[in-house]
């Protein structure tokens, strides 16, 4: 039996290794997309609740936590579990966290991934743009997004459509900074 895993390589654009930590921004949208995802799939709430407070507690950290992640420390964040601390550990150490990885590629369709990796689009709207507007990739979104197709639908006003398609163009360019999201599997 063959087993093909996916993981998140946080690179730089010029394609070399990243030796700048990831950012307390990049952290909590890795765990609330967590929390996300387990929510759809009706997961347990308290744990659903975990991650998003986590994710709130990065947040109102002044200093970046990556740091205090990788000496080995506890942070001082509030209410972080033994787990959660190994999972974020595993994320600001080696640019990957399997759990993640897993449970996106378990969870969500290649279109949909793909589409997250745009700033700022995590799993509902890469699922409603996929499910509701038929967008399938950074390309159909930016399309779309420049001949203001996204603003006759409920939540997608001009701003939110610029924004869009903006983080689309940033993506197709390579100038978007590498989100930790799983990209979808290319054929070899």
Known sequence: MIQLTQSVQMVSNDEEQTTQPISNEQI???????????????GNPYRIDA???????????????????????????????ERLRRKITELVTTGSMTFYNDLCEESLPEDVRDLMRIPHVGPRTALRLTGQLHIHS??????????HGLRDYYGFGPRSEERLREGALAVLSGEATVLPVPAPATAA
Request: charged content about 20%; hydrophobic content about 45%; cysteine-free.
């Open 138 to 147: 950074v390309p159909d979104l930016y399309e779309t997004a420049k001949r």
């Open 28 to 42: 909590a949208e890795v765990l609330f997309n967590i929390a996300t995802i387990l929510e759809m799939q009706q």
């Open 51 to 81: 991650y998003r407070n986590a994710a709130r507690g990065i947040l109102a950290q002044p200093e970046p936590v990556a740091p205090v992640f990788i000496r080995g420390e506890v942070p001082p964040v509030p209410g972080l579990g």
